[in-house]
């Protein structure tokens, strides 16, 4: 094995593939071999570093320096510079007070522990960290209700929005006795400024699959689906490279360890409709039907894919799974919050200075994630307003910063932790233009399925382009709180029911910018 | 649910027991308690669309739909309460908004279970803006007119188009509030896979879909003293007349719709059941024929449009098997301009043949360009019974109240064989009947065929025939009604699993008393009961078998020889072509004029 003095960890995902990061990173080859430095600096490629419109970034170890928006025009002066004289390039370094402040060092980090550390395309480096040994107690050690028992004490609650526990969710239906049942992955991330699982999937594929594993033992699944958002090009790329060495080692198909235990998994592609996040309309498009939610009861956990039982879970809730499982339930527990437990990845967005992606405990205080994670707001700047949870959120206003981000302490803000997407808005930002965005978003995604839903956010939509065009009226406001509750009650899916907390939230909390645009 | 487990629920803190896997909304139905719905319809797969059903749950964070919750032990429902009134008043508030309101001139004005809903709840309109956006009016076709401005997209014509009649001309288009019930590529019901059959308009709470009317023509040849209108009305007509004027609806109305008819101003009335026999004879000894000939087999009946078009497309394979024979609409148009014109000394040209059908398909069938073997257009204008329920009412008459009146003599007489035509396997009763005397020389000892009768999807019965020179026969038959069971039944017949002799298809769930042109809403119930009253008249008039109807024999004696002469073939019966699945367009002839 080789020993080198510099190590390059360079984030290749979506975003940086579109800033060339390929290219970058083989005029950096050849500009350290022609330093020859190839033998003391080693090039890895991993997911992403978590900092966003950052363009193509490294971190450099051990000196943990971070940096960002590199051309081809700055390789020379980074390997001359960094790595033949030892001063790193300030004016290309992302902040080091903010790298070194909060808790980048991955210590409580479970589902992004090796995101930005490990080659997601080489199935050896998942295994090297620890990789499928909760795959393999799962299986060998471990009775399916067992596990089922043990997700359920370590309080994982889903990912996904609504916190369900999963644990729950699983145990109704492991001891159904029938011939098929399946997991479905609910890898369809469409809420807007939401790409977590994105990133997830992108770094650490493995992670993800190990999860869907040992759900599927748990509850008796022979197959497993991940639905995946076509747009999500690389994750599909490593996805389908890390199912295929999962095959090739042994860890998935027929006979795992030995066992009699079988398991298939594929992937499937989803064509865009927000819709298909939700999991009955899911099932309904893997199934090759049009995307329509179905009635529930009966739930898919006892009717669902072609009439199976079939577990649907979010991406995240299966990546925080081989942890649980490796660690056991009480470590997992010391994580976050009672009631809450355990860890939840944020994409932080907006007018801040340091746009990321985030993992932290349960239950951080919303400004903690904000003025920390997120570097607070930019351009000594005010801060505004906070969309928390996706278009299907919460406008929460300065007075609530201090909430913590959990699923019951949001609920008593009446707010939600939905998806995970943190949008800061600063003292520039107007509420009327966010709440237009945001039904315009729900007219165009509404399935139709139901009247509620699709006749409701055109009245909204008519009533809040009245009102941004200045001819609103201010009972205008009253009729789409009341639009919304009724959505809220008679929509046939959350779709529609979602409509009440972003309306509610932007209308009670910031009316003064409504009123504005009627003087 | 297979198994029988009773459920114990509270409704409005009243007590219901029903069996597992019932709704909330049966269960109230069964507990006398009422649930306002809108998108629901008894006979139809709720689409759980409109949310107006919506009731409260003890311990559900938000109400739940009633048409397609099932009931759980110990369920505590409301029904009604001030939230939930309101908000079933906002829901049809928001309906209204993407509807165009026209009631004055709405071809459902009256019947209209959204102008209903929205009365009772006293929905005040004027609260939210308007987001309809007018789209064009799809009116191309002969049959059906669909006005997308008045849509709720309840999904009700595509549950029955898709489920029920497995055609699939309907579907929904776009998402969202852009999200359209239209046809496939959005071409129009005139160039999709439509049948016609008008199972959608029957179904349509709101009057976006209606019939192509016809009655402005008609009343412009009634007024017209250079024209001669005769008029022919099918045997469902006369079942469902009562129940539109406020009568008995389990009695036929034959006297008083000749009446009507005489006052509304039509020259001649004579009677569809006259051409019902007379297709059982030409029918009747095709079938004689391909028995004794060993021709092809099964024998199929044409009678009815919808199912001939769905044939044509769906299964033009078996063309030949199904009867040469024109529907008893076409036979009895093609004698009008011939027959009677020429024993009445009448110059065709002038006479204007109608007919008042209980469907939609007919229009289409008028005008098949095939359908011209008088030498003019064999049959004119075809009315639903709610264009003529509607002529009736213009005209002021006052229906309930007419003395009674007979048909006119030539094309007027008909037998029980004839009047059951209306009702699912009456065709195929009616055929046993004459067969069974043609064969065996002799009447049948019990003329009712019990085993065909009845609203089961598909009925099968093996009947013992002692013929005359063919030994004792066994004839096997089967009845389809519903195109979905159709459907079913010719898959089978195409594989080889089933074989009959047999098989009479009604494209219509009820048959012709369940027509796409019966009044709106009309439920498996009503026409169930339609059929009944068909059965009734049956059994009460003294000729109950074609081959015994007067004027049949008359026609046959004095212009057309005997049953399948050669004077018969060129006027009575047709030829079948191969359609497109996806828009409905002749491709070939697959059979051919005799």
Redesign the interface.
Known sequence: MKFYRSHILIGIDDSSLQSGVKEIENSLRQELDKNNLSDEVNILETGTLGYFGTGVSITVYPDQITYVNITKEDIPEIVSEHFLKGRPVRRLMLDKEFTSKYDFGYKRRIVLENSGLIDPENIEEYIGTGGYEGWEKALTEMKPNQIVEEVKQSGLRGRGGAGFPTGLKWSFTAPLEVEQKYVVVNADEGEPGTFKDRLIMEGDPHKLLEGVMIASRAVGASKAYIYIRGEYKLCIQRLQHAIKQAYDYGILGKNIFGSDFNLDIYLKIGAG?YVCGEETALIESMEGN?GNPR?K?PFPGVEGAWKAPTVVNNVETLANVPSIIKNGADWYAAFGVEGCTGSKVYTILGDVKHPGLCEVDMGTPLRTIIDGYGGGIKDGKEFKAALVGGAAGVFLPNKMLDVKMDFNSLQEYAAVLGSGAILVMNEDADMVDMLWSVIRFF?????????????????LY??IT?IRNGKGKEEDLE?MI??SE?M?????CALG?SLLLPVKSAIENFREDFLARMK | MANNKMIKLWIDNKEVEVPEGTTILSAAQKADIHIPTLCYHPDLEP?????VC?VEIEGQP??K?SC???VWEGMKVTSNSV?LRH?RK??VE??L??HDVVCPTCNQNNKCELQDLAYLLGVDDS???K?LEKKPIDDAGFSIVRDPNKC???GRCITVCQQVQTVNALT?N??????TVTTPFDKGMSESPCVNCGQCVVYCPVGALREKSNTEEVWDALLDDDKYVVVQEAPAIRATLGEEFGMDPEKVTVGKMYAALRKLGFDRVFDTNFSADLTIMEEGTELITRLKEGGKLPLITSCSPGWIKFMETYFPGIAENVSTCKSPQQMFGALVKTYFAEKEDLDPAKIVSVSIMPCTAKKFEANRPEMKDSGYQDVDYVLTTREFVKMIKEAGIDFKNLPEEKADDLMGAYTGAGTIFGATGGVMEAAVRTAYYVLTGREMDNLNVEAVRGMKGVKEASLTIPTKDLGEVSLNVAVAHGLGNARKLMEKVVSGEKEYHFIEVMACPGGCVGGGGQPFGSSLADRARRGMSLYKEDSDLPLRCSHQNPAVNKAYESYLGEPNSEKAHKLLHTYYFQRSTANGQTQKEVTHKH
């Open positions: 409709a049009r009635n009861p007219r165009h995604e509404s399935c139709g399925k139901c009247s509620p839903c699709a006749n409701g956010n055109e009245i008519r009533l009245d009729h009341m639009l009724t809220k009650e008679s929509s046939f029911q | 689409s759980a669309n409109c949310g919506v938000v109400p739909r397609c919750t099932p939230k908000l906002t829901l928001m309906v908004s993407n609260r939210l803006p987001i709720i997209s309840c929904i776009g998402r969202g509030f852009d999200g």
